[in-house]
Nanobody
Framework: EVHLVESGGGLVQPGGSLRLSCAASGFAFGTYEMTWVRQAPGKGPEWVST????????YYGNFVKGRFTISRDNAKNTMYLQMNSLKPEDAGVYLC????????????????RGQGTQVTVSS
């Protein structure tokens, strides 16, 4: 069974930093690209960042503007999002998502997402 578990969210002042983690299990983590999305209250999901399976290429939403860094440790089956210079508009639930084939199950790719971790940016 595929599990994506986010952690690291919290309350931070504007200009502060947070490091989010996404612990993955139930699939061959190192063979899939991984993505962070976020959702603010009353808004739809917004793509934040994607990292390739080897971590050699990363992609970011335009709003990131060099403030966030996505990374992964395939030995630990974990993806990270380092967020610096946080703004109030960065607040929301951050989720990791992936389209993968579960180990031991039907060999068909499916979309998975975690429960998310809350990020609040406020003074």
């Amino acid at each position: 069974e595929v599990h994506l578990v986010e952690s690291g969210g919290g309350l931070v002042q504007p200009g502060g930093s947070l490091r989010l983690s996404c612990a993955a299990s139930g699939f061959a983590f190192g063979t899939y690209e991984m993505t962070w999305v976020r959702q603010a209250p009353g808004k739809g999901p917004e793509w934040v960042s994607t990292i390739t399976k080897d971590g050699d290429r990363t992609y970011y939403g335009n709003f990131v503007k060099g403030r966030f860094t996505i990374s992964r440790d395939n030995a630990k089956n974990t993806m990270y999002l380092q967020m610096n210079s946080l703004k109030p508009e960065d607040a929301g639930v951050y989720l990791c998502v992936a389209d993968v084939i579960a180990l031991g199950g039907t060999p068909r790719r499916a979309h998975y997402r975690g429960q998310g971790t809350q990020v609040t940016v406020s003074s």
